[in-house]
């Protein structure tokens, strides 16, 4: 069993920057792969960006978030960190940590584990 939490989430005008961390209940990534996913109210859940370290490392970001968004893990600390910049309103939306076994993957329903959600807004 796998226990994630998030933190970081808050209120930020447009431009601005947050940092979203995932914590983890146990050594993770040799063989979990982390995504980030986010909900804004209404619509589907959709992916943000994902990495995994089995196989090799490998990282990938949904295109509305690259160039602004960096995923990265603290292997010490048990943690992913979300560094999302030039933050535009319709950023806005719950933020989701999520672990799998072994392969990344951009589909939602192929995570195991949810972190409870952190909220991110973004005004104009």
């Known amino acids: 069993q796998v226990h994630l939490v998030e933190s970081g989430g808050g209120l930020v005008q447009a431009g601005g920057s947050l940092r979203l961390s995932c914590a983890t209940s146990?050594?993770?990534?040799?063989?979990?792969?982390m995504g980030w996913f986010r909900q804004a109210p209404g619509k589907e859940r959709e992916f943000v960006a994902a990495?995994?370290?089995?196989?090799?490392?490998?990282?990938s970001y949904a295109d509305s978030v690259k160039g602004r968004f960096t995923m990265a893990s603290d292997n010490a600390k048990n943690t992913v960190v979300l560094q999302m910049n030039n933050l535009k309103p319709e950023d806005t939306a719950v933020y989701y940590c999520?672990?799998?076994?072994?392969?990344?993957?951009?589909?939602?329903?192929?995570?195991?584990?949810w972190g409870q959600g952190t909220q991110v807004t973004v005004s104009s």
């Open positions: 999520a672990a799998r076994l072994y392969r990344l993957s951009t589909r939602a329903n192929e995570y195991d584990y």
């Open positions: 146990e050594r993770t990534f040799s063989t979990y792969a």
């Open positions: 990495l995994t370290y089995y196989g090799g490392s490998q990282i």
